[in-house]
């Protein structure tokens, strides 16, 4: 039901030119020649087209999406602009479609508080990364716990808030999948969304 929600709501988005961005984890991230990097959420592709610009063709950049819209449209953007070193995948964030150890970067812009089970996605997000690997992700927290009758709200938990968590739990899930050195390197001021009070924040990470 949810993905289902998350769907609909983002394959009609995929079609506007609405901005779907929380913060700018991708000016943060600083894709190397030849790395493998992913965007966990790649919507219409535009971070993927950058990383994969940036890595080279000896390297790759992936996008996840679950999404058919956002997937069509980042496949379209990406023939395009001609980028060979760029591929979507349909996944969800809890199963990543990569082997152990496979991944030096992972970047995500306002998608990980969408997922119903955050600590597996941040598993995971341990688990593809090679030892010393990195995420960058830009995502938003509730400065209070979301009342329990939004919490499993599909169409709020698509609309971007109802699945926040609070950012001791958010940090506290960041340690329990294994990630160390913890940096914010930008949290905005709280605001309102939906029926919740959220903040911004990008965060980085080093298995
Ligand atoms: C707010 S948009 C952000 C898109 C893009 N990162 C950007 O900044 O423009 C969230 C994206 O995550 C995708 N998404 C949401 N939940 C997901 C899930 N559980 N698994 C995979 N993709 C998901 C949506 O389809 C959508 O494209």
């Given at each position: 039901?949810?993905?289902?929600?998350?769907?609909?709501?983002?394959?009609?988005?995929?079609?506007?030119?609405?901005?779907?961005?929380?913060?700018?984890?991708i000016?943060y991230a600083k894709p190397?020649?030849?790395?493998?990097?992913?965007?966990?959420?790649?919507?219409?592709?535009?971070?993927?087209?950058?990383?994969?610009?940036?890595?080279?063709?000896?390297?790759?950049?992936?996008?996840?999406?679950?999404?058919?819209?956002?997937?069509?449209?980042?496949?379209?953007?990406?023939?395009?602009?001609?980028?060979?070193?760029?591929?979507?995948?349909?996944?969800?964030?809890?199963?990543?479609?990569?082997?152990?150890?496979?991944?030096?970067?992972?970047i995500?812009?306002?998608?990980?508080?969408?997922?119903?089970?955050?600590?597996?996605?941040?598993?995971?997000?341990?688990?593809?990364?090679?030892?010393?690997?990195?995420?960058v992700?830009?995502?938003?927290?509730?400065?209070?716990?979301?009342?329990?009758?939004?919490?499993?709200?599909?169409?709020?938990?698509?609309?971007?808030?109802?699945?926040?968590?609070?950012?001791?739990?958010?940090?506290?899930?960041?340690?329990?999948?294994?990630?160390?050195?913890?940096?914010?390197?930008?949290?905005?001021?709280?605001?309102?969304?939906?029926?919740?009070?959220?903040?911004?924040?990008?965060?980085?990470?080093?298995?």
């Amino acid at each position: 039901m949810q993905t289902e929600k998350i769907n609909e709501r983002y394959t009609q988005l995929s079609e506007t030119s609405c901005c779907l961005s929380c913060g700018g984890a991708i000016n943060y991230a600083k894709p190397q020649l030849n790395e493998i990097c992913v965007d966990l959420g790649s919507g219409r592709g535009n971070d993927v087209i950058r990383m994969a610009e940036e890595v080279g063709v000896s390297g790759h950049a992936y996008g996840i999406d679950i999404s058919e819209g956002m997937i069509a449209k980042a496949k379209t953007n990406i023939a395009k602009f001609e980028i060979e070193n760029a591929t979507i995948l349909q996944a969800e964030l809890e199963k990543l479609p990569f082997e152990n150890n496979f991944v030096d970067l992972t970047i995500s812009n306002c998608t990980i508080n969408h997922a119903s089970n955050k600590q597996a996605v941040w598993n995971e997000v341990n688990r593809i990364l090679k030892v010393g690997g990195r995420f960058v992700v830009s995502d938003i927290y509730a400065t209070t716990a979301i009342a329990d009758e939004y919490r499993n709200d599909p169409v709020a938990v698509a609309e971007c808030w109802a699945g926040a968590v609070t950012k001791d739990e958010y940090l506290t899930m960041l340690e329990s999948a294994g990630f160390n050195n913890i940096i914010i390197y930008e949290e905005s001021a709280p605001y309102e969304k939906g029926s919740a009070e959220v903040a911004s924040f990008t965060i980085s990470g080093y298995k």
